[in-house]
Nanobody
Framework: QVQLVESGGGLVQAGGSLRLSCAAS????????MGWYHHAPGKARELVAS????????YGDSSLKGRFTISRDNAKSTVTLQINGLKPEDTGIYYC?????????????WGQGTQVTVSS
């Protein structure tokens, strides 16, 4: 089992920046990748970015890469999402997730989410 706890959300004006952090605990040695998802009001949850143990990153939309940067500290079992140039459409709940080895397969885990509100 892996537990994920996000922090760093809040209310920010358009054009501002936020740094979201997610700390993993529990069976952290089983984690293979970590990521962030965005759940905007009235929309489906979407991948923002993910990062593997080896540091390979994937962004859900190539256009996000300019404003969103994912990074990971394996020693501290944390993953961070830096968001610059915030836009009102970035408003929503940001969820941390990870894939972890469980038995012969993988299991997915989610944090409780952190609210980001961008005012225009």
């Amino acid at each position: 089992q892996v537990q994920l706890v996000e922090s760093g959300g809040g209310l920010v004006q358009a054009g501002g920046s936020l740094r979201l952090s997610c700390a993993a605990s529990g069976s952290i040695s089983s984690i293979t990748s970590m990521g962030w998802y965005h759940h905007a009001p009235g929309k489906a949850r979407e991948l923002v970015a993910s990062i593997t143990n080896g540091g390979t990153t994937q962004y859900g939309d190539s256009s996000l890469k300019g404003r969103f940067t994912i990074s990971r500290d394996n020693a501290k079992s944390t993953v961070t999402l830096q968001i610059n140039g915030l836009k009102p459409e970035d408003t929503g709940i940001y969820y941390c997730s990870c894939n972890a080895r469980r038995g012969v397969g993988l299991a997915g885990y989610w944090g409780q989410g952190t609210q980001v509100t961008v005012s225009s």
